[in-house]
């Protein structure tokens, strides 16, 4: 089963295209709800990052630990629930998290700003005036989001399989297209791959996860990789001591797959939390 993600301009249809489009797949539908449940799931309070959620963040939160532990847990939920197949998911970025990922289809949802000002008074019961400072601000937010969090132009088409114009198209008929498109383009062998590269993800996820969440071992910057049976530690460590404490925790993740370290040595490197 694919994963589709949706990302949309505001009043652009995006919820109301999501849940028809999962209800025609028979897929999941993963908003910011469930991804804020599935974070508290792992004890972590939502409000403590409610500042990131697609938008970017002050001065002062972009140097708080809080910035790097609300992508660590976002990118955790999404794979989670991309672990259990046939899922559509609305913003937060999973277009970008799951970016060349056989079996992903990334669509984008825009539509002409008169029309999304018309559908914004409708929904807020307002003016004009404040329903275009609502766009605006709501742009900015989404736009500032993928570009701090993913150095990605939100609004750009190339970044998407599909954009699709929902101000002249009624949500079913924007799903009919979503569907008749993945039917098109992902195949028996598509999914296959999906779910063997969904898997790799989730471990390198996991294996980030116990040395930096579990064991607290100081390996700044630290990133992990997965691929054919083989997973890769890269960061910035102050000894080799560290390093070998790190490819301990990950083979404790890691079964049987392979850990090697690509990790770097900087004495008395020091990072501002």
Not at 83 to 95: K, L, W
Not at 245 to 264: C, K, M, N
């Amino acid at each position: 089963m694919a994963i589709i993600t949706i990302s949309r301009e505001l009043a652009a249809l995006g919820d109301e295209t999501a849940h028809e489009l999962a209800r025609l797949l028979n897929y999941r539908f993963v908003d910011k709800q469930v991804l804020e449940d599935r974070i508290k799931s792992y004890g972590v309070m939502g409000r403590k990052f409610e500042k990131y959620d697609e938008r970017k963040p002050s001065f002062w939160a972009s140097l708080s630990q809080d910035r790097d532990d609300y992508l660590h847990y976002l990118k955790t939920a999404i794979y989670t629930e991309a672990a259990e197949g046939g899922c559509v998911f609305i913003g937060r970025g999973a277009g970008v998290v799951f970016r060349n990922v056989p079996g992903v289809i990334s669509i984008f949802l825009v539509a002409p700003y008169d029309i999304r000002a018309e559908r914004v008074k409708s929904y807020f019961h307002c003016d004009d005036k404040r329903a275009r400072q609502i766009i605006e601000q709501s742009d900015h937010d989404r736009k500032g989001f993928h570009h701090y969090f993913f150095d990605v132009e939100w609004q750009d088409p190339g970044n998407y399989h599909l954009s699709i114009n929902t101000g002249y198209l009624p949500p079913a008929a924007s799903a009919d297209i979503a569907k008749n498109y993945l039917e098109h383009t992902v195949t028996a062998d598509t999914d296959a791959q999906n779910m063997a590269r969904i898997k790799e993800l989730t471990l390198a996820q996991q294996i980030k996860h116990h040395i930096i969440y579990e064991k607290e071992i100081p390996i700044h910057f630290l990133e992990a990789s997965v691929s054919n049976n083989m997973a890769t530690l890269y960061g910035v460590a102050n000894s080799q001591s560290l390093i070998e404490a790190a490819l301990t925790a990950a083979r404790e993740v890691a079964g049987s797959v392979t850990v090697q370290t690509e990790v770097q040595i900087v004495q008395e490197y020091a990072i501002m939390h």
